[in-house]
């Protein structure tokens, strides 16, 4: 059987559901998190033996999405490095799902772009893909160990009051059909990694 971790704040883990349970954890107005990667039934004799998920040996499947987490020095640079992050990704013809985390972003991939057979070292071999293709110059490359919880969508975060959500792409990317619209000169900055304020942003979109 393939499980996940849930948690109800970070002092209170390993609670294991399958991952088609996860709907039961939506709409919960306290910290909610669930596991980045599967595990099979292994994990609970683990824990059982272990009283920790902590230097996990077992095999690590891959999830129905995986989550890519983005944060910055604040929501304007963390949005900044959202979008460009969403460009790379489009740029590679790898769909996504945006969500707001509360205070971050999280981009998600659908486990099917991968096609790597469940591995103890998993984890390993996805973080070195992604970082080959540039995408951990977006998002934190810490939030892929065997062990790392992503907060449940549509559940509160209590740092700054406000709930993980999904976005449709033109809210953090504005789009029609197959090209970026209003955001379309300043693909050039989020490529190149160039500073791009509001002063900058708003002369570069009234160019005609």
Request: with cysteine.
């Amino acid at each position: 059987m393939i499980l996940k971790e849930y948690a109800f704040s970070l002092s209170n883990r390993h609670h294991f559901f399958p991952p088609s349970q996860i709907s039961s954890f939506y709409n919960i107005s306290s910290d909610t998190f669930m596991s980045l990667w599967d595990y099979d039934g292994h994990v609970i004799d683990y824990v059982k033996e272990k009283g920790t998920l902590a230097s996990y040996d077992g095999m690590l499947y891959m999830p129905d999405e995986f989550i890519l987490d983005v944060d910055g020095s604040n929501p304007d640079n963390a949005r900044q490095k959202a979008i460009g992050l969403g460009i790379l990704l489009d740029d590679l013809c790898v769909p996504y799902q945006a969500y707001f985390s509360g205070t971050g972003f999280h981009l998600g991939i659908p486990g099917s772009a991968f096609r790597w057979k469940p591995a103890p070292n998993l984890h390993l071999m996805v973080k070195d893909e992604l970082m080959a293709k540039g995408i951990y110059e977006y998002a934190d490359v810490s939030v892929s160990d065997k062990t790392r919880l992503i907060r449940v969508v549509n559940t509160l975060n209590s740092k700054s009051n406000l709930w993980k959500i999904p976005l449709l792409q033109k809210e953090l990317l504005i789009k029609e059909n197959d090209l970026y619209s209003i955001h379309y000169r300043l693909i050039p900055y989020m490529r190149l990694k160039a500073d791009c304020g509001y002063g900058t942003a708003i002369h570069e979109t009234k160019i005609k």
